[in-house]
């Protein structure tokens, strides 16, 4: 078994599974302590089997939760030494520091974190490799730089952010200042560059992808649907939304 399911994602909080037959890893945490329990809950996880928590980067969206769930049941956190010394991350008691580009294995599963361009202190995403399968996450980034499509290209299934249409976030209520931030190198991937990555040749075997990270405001699951059918994209494609993430998924 090797598989892997979002508890929920959007800017209002993350979360996400990846889970092999003796280990079970939880990526961010944007989520309180009750309302992470009940996510688990639905996908059929207790807190107690969760091995380690992995953690991208300190904003919010991804690290509020952190701290309490593996204080409360005792987790091991991940991280890099940037996002450990933010002061998001700081009430973390079992912290655990992780290298970018540097392999690491917990359990039966081996992650490599990569570098991306984020507006964090040392943002990094994950491939997760489990005997031949392979599971690429980038739930945060301004752009797609050529060393993470290379990190990505043996994932068979890819969790991959649409943040927000470019056109909408422009006609957004955003302020000018924070429609640069998200827009922006540093920022969100808009649903063009997603598309790219899927219209890309670099990931030769890939069979599955999951959308993460849409914004409510800037993007519509339908919009997202229409535009990965329209490029003509015929492998599974899943949604993962705010309240639900999404069902379990066979990496
Ligand atoms: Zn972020
Ligand atoms: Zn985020």
Redesign the pocket.
């Known amino acids: 078994m090797f598989r892997c399911s979002s508890l929920g994602s959007g800017s209002k909080g993350n979360a996400t599974l990846v889970q092999s037959s003796d280990t079970c890893l939880l990526v961010d945490c944007g989520f309180g302590l009750k309302d992470t329990q009940k996510r688990l809950e639905t996908k059929g996880i207790t807190p107690d089997q969760i091995d380690a928590i992995l953690v ?4 919010g ?2 690290s509020s939760g952190v701290a309490r769930l593996s204080r409360r049941f005792g987790i091991p956190v991940w991280l890099t030494r940037g996002t450990a010394l933010h002061r998001h991350c700081e009430k973390i008691e079992d912290a655990r520091i992780l290298t970018a580009e540097s392999p690491l294995n917990i359990g039966s599963i081996q992650v490599f974190p990569f570098t991306v361009p ?3 202190r040392e ?1 990094v995403q994950f491939l997760f490799s489990h005997q031949q399968r392979h599971l690429g996450l980038v ?2 980034t301004g752009h797609f730089t050529q060393h993470m499509l290379e990190v990505l290209s043996p994932s068979t299934t890819l969790m991959l952010e649409f943040n927000h249409c470019r056109e909408r976030l422009r006609n957004s209520s955003y302020p000018y200042s924070l429609q640069q931030r998200v827009g922006g190198q540093h920022g ?1 991937l808009c649903n063009d560059q997603s598309l790219d990555v899927l219209l890309s040749d670099a990931i030769t075997n890939l069979e599955t992808v999951v959308a993460l990270h849409l914004s409510e405001e800037n993007n519509c699951p339908a919009l997202v649907d229409e535009l990965v059918k329209n490029i003509g994209f015929t492998k599974n494609f899943l949604i993962a939304n705010q309240a639900e993430g999404c069902d379990w998924v066979d990496v």
């Not at 991208?56 to 904003?59: L, S, Y």
């Open positions: 991208t980067h300190e904003h969206d991804h984020h507006d964090a943002p739930t945060d969100h």
